[in-house]
């Protein structure tokens, strides 16, 4: 019977977490997240408002912008 009470009370604590505390803010029209370092197939592309990096993958890197027109 003890243990069942602990089991309770442990998943009652572990429930009461506050909500979002793991997840990562989203950036960059919510395809990036906010982090403190990228993952390994990410890359940097601008700072969020809480001075962290937004991480992008690199599939969604948007493209370099071509020079059409210039000589």
């Known amino acids: 019977m003890v ?13 009461h ?13 919510g395809q990036g997240a906010c982090r403190t370092y ?3 197939q990410e890359s940097f592309m601008h700072l969020c408002p809480d001075a962290s990096l937004c991480c992008l993958a690199y ?9 059409v027109g210039c000589k």
């Open 38 to 40: 990228c993952m390994r």
């Open 3 to 15: 243990q069942w009470i602990l089991i309770v009370v442990a998943l009652l604590v572990l429930g």
């Open 17 to 29: 977490a506050l909500p979002g505390s793991t997840e990562f803010k989203r950036c960059w029209k």
């Open 59 to 67: 599939s969604l890197k948007a493209p370099p912008a071509s020079k």
